[in-house]
């Protein structure tokens, strides 16, 4: 395959790569921890132009307050700026039920500002320990209870016109996902690969890339750095390309051998050890940005990578 022959695929951003701003999820912490929003989704908007981005994968946290009138104006606020939209929703989040939904209500919120793609988490409860249970029974009846919610509102999905994408979260293998894809056996709906989740059930990156490729219409793009220390093994957030994951390999495999993928999501995670928020926050943009040209300079990724 020559440069001229292979398949552009737009960049986007999930919100949570600004989530010390208060965007996204205040994810691994508890509802007193959370962050507070100091920009709006004006100013992401604004950004994500500015930075190059083709779109925004976001949550119900970004569009507060969720007014018939807000949300039209956010729908609105991305037309005019030619940014795609998608919505990013769980089911039972256990650390910010802000971004939970029923199927239905997500679809009528992705169809309020104009996204294309709604982004499911399954929020999967697992037994302990926790190796071994792929298809755990205990597992297979959440998954079951998830898929009927799923099959009802498939009549719903379909008049919107709505694309769906089931995510191998921090609580999911690939061949669960896999499953439940393959259970629902519609077009529209398809897996999210994360780069980095699978490694929170012990699976390992590769294989679950692997085995998600020929299903994947979506993607959370992600990077860390593993790190051994007397404390143990500890897998860290860098910028996109800087990290111990072989992103640019991924994003080919996406091009090549994943018919269904039509975009990629960043997310990025950062570091930020003991700075002040504000210095933090700072960072993590900085963060966000250098992930950016990675994808745009190396990958040839978004807008301007063409």
């Given at each position: 395959m020559n440069g001229n022959d292979r398949k552009h695929l737009p960049l986007g951003m999930h919100t949570y790569t600004l989530h010390l701003s208060g965007f996204g999820e205040s994810w691994g912490f508890q509802s007193?921890?959370?962050?507070?929003?100091?920009?709006?989704?004006?100013?992401?908007?604004?950004?994500?132009?500015?930075?190059?981005?083709?779109?925004?994968?976001?949550?119900?946290?970004?569009?507060e307050p969720m007014t018939p009138e807000h949300l039209a104006e956010i729908k609105e606020g991305a037309k005019k700026r030619g940014l795609y939209l998608e919505l990013n929703v769980s089911f039972d989040a256990p650390c910010d039920p802000r971004v939970n939904a029923t199927v239905d209500g997500a679809y009528r919120t992705a169809q309020a500002i104009g996204a294309d793609l709604v982004k499911f988490s399954l929020d999967i409860?697992?037994?302990?320990p926790l190796y071994g249970t792929c298809m755990h029974p205990k597992?297979?009846?959440?998954?079951?209870?998830?898929?009927?919610?799923?099959?009802?509102?498939?009549?719903?999905?379909?008049?919107?016109?709505?694309?769906?994408?089931?995510?191998?979260?921090c609580d999911t293998y690939a061949d669960e996902v896999i499953y439940m894809v393959k259970d629902l056996n519609h077009p529209s709906i398809g897996a999210c690969i994360d780069t980095i989740?699978?490694?929170?059930?012990l699976e390992?990156?590769?294989?679950?890339?692997?085995?998600?490729?020929?299903?994947?219409?979506?993607?959370?793009l992600c990077d860390n750095e593993l790190r051994i220390d007397h404390n143990g093994t500890h897998s860290?957030?860098?910028?996109?390309?800087?990290?111990?994951?072989?992103?640019?390999?991924?994003?080919?495999?996406?091009?090549t051998e994943s018919p269904r993928m039509k975009r990629i999501t960043l997310e990025n995670e950062c570091e930020v050890g003991g700075m002040s928020i504000e210095a933090a926050r700072e960072a993590e943009i900085e963060a966000c940005i250098k992930t950016i040209n990675f994808l745009r300079d190396t990958c040839g990724l978004g807008q301007r990578g063409r």
């Open positions: 007193d921890h959370a962050f507070e929003k100091v920009r709006d989704i004006d100013w992401l908007m604004d950004r994500a132009v500015e930075w190059g981005l083709d779109g925004l994968h976001c949550t119900n946290v970004d569009l409860e697992r037994p302990h597992v297979k009846e959440q998954l079951d209870n998830r898929l009927e919610q799923f099959r009802k509102n498939i009549p719903l999905m379909e008049e919107l016109g709505l694309t769906v994408s089931i995510e191998n979260h989740n699978s490694l929170c059930v390992g990156i590769e294989a679950a890339v692997e085995k998600m490729l020929p299903y994947a219409n979506c993607c959370h860290i957030g860098v910028p996109v390309g800087t990290g111990d994951v072989d992103c640019a390999a991924i994003v080919e495999r996406f091009r």
